[in-house]
């Protein structure tokens, strides 16, 4: 069984994250999108609430589970017996900074780990949690970016609508 992890902060999760998930869920038997506790950002959102949206945002896609995780991706992927994960690019920026962790992952997982980049729908292109969180802040609309329940959640972290 080919199994692959997700990871990310999804804080919040975007069409684009949903996207990619969609897709990864085409070409592998089970996707696991590991929502990751990142020690250098801080969240909008609790770990449990990303979570929760997450499942809440994936439908039918019976082949993908939401787990959370600290820690090292690679020590996660090792765990959990995983030797492929998948990142999305939006832009030739992304690529820089994915190649170099892929590389490190690789590296540290004795060369057992790699690394599928799917490139992001071209409508998505422009979407990140940030972008939505600073329109989100302001009440701008962000319909066209994250699922309704993201839309509701954003708007009263913001103490809107």
């Given at each position: 069984m080919k199994v692959a992890v997700y990871p990310g902060s999804f804080d919040p999760v975007t069409y684009g994250h949903l996207d990619i998930i969609q897709r990864a869920s085409e070409m592998f038997d089970k996707v696991i999108v590991a929502v990751m506790c990142n020690s250098?950002?801080?969240p909008l959102f609790t770990l449990d609430e990303r979570v929760k949206m997450l499942k809440e945002s994936i439908g039918n896609l019976n082949n993908v589970e939401?787990?959370?995780?600290?820690g090292l991706l690679i020590d996660y992927c090792k765990d959990q017996g995983i030797h492929i994960i998948v990142r999305g690019l939006r832009a030739i920026t992304d690529f820089e900074y994915e190649l170099q962790i892929a590389q490190v992952n690789r590296e540290l997982s004795h060369n057992q780990v790699d690394t599928v980049f799917l490139t992001t729908n071209i409508k998505y292109s422009y979407?990140?949690?940030?972008?939505v969180k600073e329109i989100a802040s302001?009440?701008?609309d962000i319909t066209p970016c994250v699922p309704k329940n993201v839309e509701d959640a954003l708007y009263?972290?913001?103490?809107?609508r």
């Amino acid at each position: 069984m080919k199994v692959a992890v997700y990871p990310g902060s999804f804080d919040p999760v975007t069409y684009g994250h949903l996207d990619i998930i969609q897709r990864a869920s085409e070409m592998f038997d089970k996707v696991i999108v590991a929502v990751m506790c990142n020690s250098a950002k801080t969240p909008l959102f609790t770990l449990d609430e990303r979570v929760k949206m997450l499942k809440e945002s994936i439908g039918n896609l019976n082949n993908v589970e939401i787990k959370s995780f600290d820690g090292l991706l690679i020590d996660y992927c090792k765990d959990q017996g995983i030797h492929i994960i998948v990142r999305g690019l939006r832009a030739i920026t992304d690529f820089e900074y994915e190649l170099q962790i892929a590389q490190v992952n690789r590296e540290l997982s004795h060369n057992q780990v790699d690394t599928v980049f799917l490139t992001t729908n071209i409508k998505y292109s422009y979407l990140s949690s940030s972008v939505v969180k600073e329109i989100a802040s302001y009440n701008g609309d962000i319909t066209p970016c994250v699922p309704k329940n993201v839309e509701d959640a954003l708007y009263q972290k913001y103490g809107l609508r």
